[in-house]
Structures are given as structure tokens and as C-alpha cells.
């Protein structure tokens, strides 16, 4: 099985998207944070484009939460 496919990676991603959702950002907002275009967003959020651990760490920065918080509970 393909880890893009892992139900562990689909809730995080899941979750990566309501923390952006919960704090009113839009994907055009985040991407413009990360210095990315708005499609990359959309891919990972839509599961088609796996995030590594480094672009999941500057997201959270981009959200302003932290890798320790955003991960307890969530695999």
C-alpha cells in the first residue's frame, strides 16, 4: 500500500486541513506564506502530493502551531 493511501497519513492530512480551515486561512494564504502556488496546497490537501516531515513542520509554522501539539493523538 502506497503511505499516501496509509489511514494514518489521511488523518493527518484531514486534520492539517481543519487547523488551516479553523483559522480562516485560505489556501491562497498559506501557499503565498510558504511560497508556493495555491495548487500545491490543493494537491496535498486532496491527497494527490505526499507532504515530507519538513514541509509538514514549516506548514504548522505557517499555522503557528507545533509538530509536538498538532501530532499527540492523531496516529
Known amino acids: 500500500m502506497s503511505s499516501i493511501h ?3 497519513y489521511r488523518t493527518i492530512i484531514n486534520e492539517l486541513t481543519k487547523l488551516r480551515e479553523s483559522k480562516d486561512i485560505t489556501q491562497v494564504q498559506l501557499a503565498t506564506s510558504l511560497k508556493k502556488h ?11 502530493r505526499r507532504l515530507d516531515l519538513i ?3 514549516d506548514w504548522l509554522i505557517a499555522l ?3 509538530m509536538t501539539d498538532f501530532l499527540k493523538n492523531k496516529l
Open 6 to 8: 496509509d489511514p494514518r
Open 38 to 48: 495555491q495548487s500545491y496546497i490543493a494537491k496535498v490537501e486532496n491527497l494527490e
Open 55 to 57: 514541509e509538514l513542520h
Open 64 to 66: 503557528n502551531d507545533n
